[in-house]
């Protein structure tokens, strides 16, 4: 994976283009330390920023078609592209290296806007089509790969990060009230909402087209379709079910270790990232194969034993980054400026830390057990949902309230996702600053629509939450500033193979009952690991990724920390209250005070990481 970014402007370029395309690489260096390319002409200025991974000496980029007409730059990886090369040859494309984005351009040749359909890996793509004047962007299906625009003054900012598109003189930096609403309700951001305000995250799955100087359209060349309750369905054995899942596993996991320079592995010490490690051997039997792990001097918090078990299991070179409440207070404005956005819990610390652990030890890629717990009903909700009963028996008028607006976001009235969120709206009334709820009327994030509500309509509740999980949680939050942007700050590339699109689409149609089977979570994926991994990591209870949350931060007595939930900073900046604030600093400071996770929010994490984030983007304050 790499950085781009660029512009498209009805504009011809008077000499400041390049210097231009220039300051936004700038702001990408640690996503491509190796090489820079550009491409400059009236109108168009592209950019890109090279992590060497492919073909390491001839992999520079844009790329371009024979005749030069298609111009394309491809940040992630094209895992089939070798078939594609084959199929492209065939038909009399030329190539000029082995790198797998080669094949971008002379798709668009062959298949025109479709030539997406054909991609199988984890992008964003840029194309443009210099005989149409016509800009093609497109992120991948499951929102590995962040790609950002805005259109301003006629014209069109592009960008792997926001920061890259904030370097263009054309693009204002202004919070966006209802990304900080969607980061204290939801469990992070949603694409198209971003924290900036006119700034776009692509959907995944969604491309956008820009024609001549109008503005972008997008549309969805691809979803996941679960199967509806009423719908008849054939079954096939459990041992079948269980067999493909092995071999459609095996598979992702074989086309993830394509690279040229060496790969590891995230060890979490869970079932998910165990089992790709056991893959990962079974295909590199006789490979060095280093191991990364964060731990935490809290017993309750640290996987440490059982890291420490695969790694002798796996007989990786494993490796430790230990956690404590200093080293996260240090880094926590630093992990703020790469997520580019407020945090609900401190863990995206870990993950930097991590992938600086990863880089200084020399790999450059990273497996990852990510995608399995949305994919086969591996959180604690997936287990509510099956013993809630009628939650909203009582008629009484909050009640009614939720029950609305859960159908209206949901599909069903009894759906519970992240909590009560008519009590959370008083809640947010009472945390925000008065002045901003005046000025904003449209603040709250669940006025506006998260996902097609008619994709979840008459589904069985596993598969409706398994849908709302892949667009509410993993993309941009997971995938986006809890992976993505983690690794990166280090110049690191994480692959998921869980996430491999055909092993996806298998899980499907995989019956809800081999998912959740008697309350066991993810009982399929149990009955494929029993053969490849330790029982004792196999049977173990589900171990969420938390840490240190703002009650030990506040505890430490850090200035730093103090002086950005200062009451006079509060109200200067605009957006909480500042009592409301002085209140939770209060709470949480004293003794023996502890945050449910995830059962409770941690209101002041979001509230000191977003004063974080108006220093690192230098925003706009709002006080009066």
Not at 93 to 114: A, I, K, N, T, W
Not at 184 to 196: A, H, K
Request: proline content about 4%; overall charge negative; glycine content about 8%.
């Amino acid at each position: 994976m790499c950085g781009l970014s660029g512009f498209v402007t009805a504009e011809r370029d008077s000499g400041h283009f390049e210097s231009t395309v220039d300051a936004m690489l700038k702001q990408l260096t640690h996503r491509g330390p190796d090489d820079t390319g550009r491409h400059i002409e009236d109108g168009v200025a592209f950019g890109f920023a090279r992590l060497a991974i492919v073909d390491v000496d001839a992999g520079s980029q844009p790329v371009h078609s024979e005749d030069g007409n298609v111009v394309a730059m491809t940040t992630g990886e094209i895992y089939n592209h070798k078939v594609l090369r084959d199929r492209l040859a065939a038909r009399g494309h030329v190539f000029h290296s082995r790198c797998d984005v080669d094949v971008v351009p002379h798709l668009y040749e062959e298949y025109g806007l479709d030539f997406v359909d054909h991609l199988d890996g984890q992008f964003a793509v840029i194309v443009w089509d210099r005989k149409r004047r016509l800009l093609v962007g497109a992120r991948d299906h499951f929102g590995v790969v962040p790609l950002f625009y805005t259109f301003v003054d006629d014209t069109l900012v592009f960008g792997s990060e926001i920061k890259a598109l904030l370097a263009h003189p054309a693009v204002r930096a202004e919070v966006d009230p209802v990304g900080l609403d969607q980061v204290l309700t939801l469990p992070g951001l949603v694409s198209p909402r971003t924290m900036f305000r006119g700034v776009r995250s692509v959907p995944p799955g969604t491309m956008f087209v820009q024609r001549a100087g109008a503005k972008p359209e997008e549309h969805q060349y691809w979803d996941l379709t679960y199967p509806r309750v009423d719908e008849p369905a054939d079954r096939e054995s459990d041992r079948y079910y269980a067999e493909r899942l092995e071999d459609l596993l095996i598979g992702a996991v074989e086309k993830r270790l394509q690279s040229d320079v060496g790969v590891g592995l995230y060890l979490s010490g869970g079932l998910d990232s165990s089992l790709v490690g056991a893959i990962m051997r079974h295909l590199m039997p006789e490979a060095s194969i280093p191991s990364f792990s964060a731990a935490f001097a809290e017993r309750e918090l640290s996987e440490v034993d059982h890291q420490r078990l695969m790694g002798r299991a796996l007989q990786t070179e494993h490796h430790e980054r230990f956690m404590h409440g200093g080293l996260i207070a240090e880094r926590l404005a630093d992990v703020v400026w790469h997520c580019e956005c407020p945090l609900k819990e401190s863990f995206n610390t870990a993950a930097f830390s991590l992938s600086e652990l990863v880089r200084d030890r020399g790999t450059r890629v990273v497996l990852t057990g990510q995608g399995a717990d949305e994919l086969l009903g591996g959180y604690i909700g997936y287990r509510f949902d099956r013993v809630r009963g009628d939650r909203l028996a009582g008629l009484d008028e909050t009640a009614l309230r939720e029950a609305e607006l859960r159908s209206r976001l949901w599909g069903d009235e009894n759906f519970f996702y992240e909590g009560d969120d008519v009590a959370f709206r008083a809640t947010k009334r009472w945390l925000y600053a008065d002045g901003l709820l005046g000025d904003e009327p449209d603040i709250d994030c669940l006025d506006h629509p998260l996902l097609d509500r008619r994709r979840v309509v008459g589904l069985d509740d596993l598969h409706r939450r398994s849908y709302i999980d892949l667009k509410v949680r993993l993309a941009d939050h997971l995938l986006g500033d809890h992976g993505d942007r983690m690794a990166f700050a280090h110049s690191v590339e994480s692959r998921h193979p869980f996430l491999d699109r055909e092993l996806v689409e298998f899980l499907a149609t995989v019956p809800v009952d081999l998912k959740l089977h008697d309350l066991e979570e993810k009982y399929l994926l149990k009955q494929v690991a029993r053969d490849w991994i330790p029982r004792s990591i196999v049977d173990r209870e589900k171990f969420g990724f938390t840490a240190p949350g703002s009650p030990h931060l506040v505890r430490q007595g850090d200035d730093a920390i103090d002086a950005l939930l200062d009451p006079d900073r509060i109200r200067a900046d605009g957006f909480f209250d500042p009592d409301a604030v002085a209140r939770l600093t209060r709470q949480y400071a004293e003794p023996g005070f502890r945050i449910n996770v995830p059962f409770e929010k941690d209101l002041l994490m979001t509230v000191l990481t977003f004063s974080m984030f108006l220093d690192a983007f230098d925003l706009p304050r709002r006080g009066r």
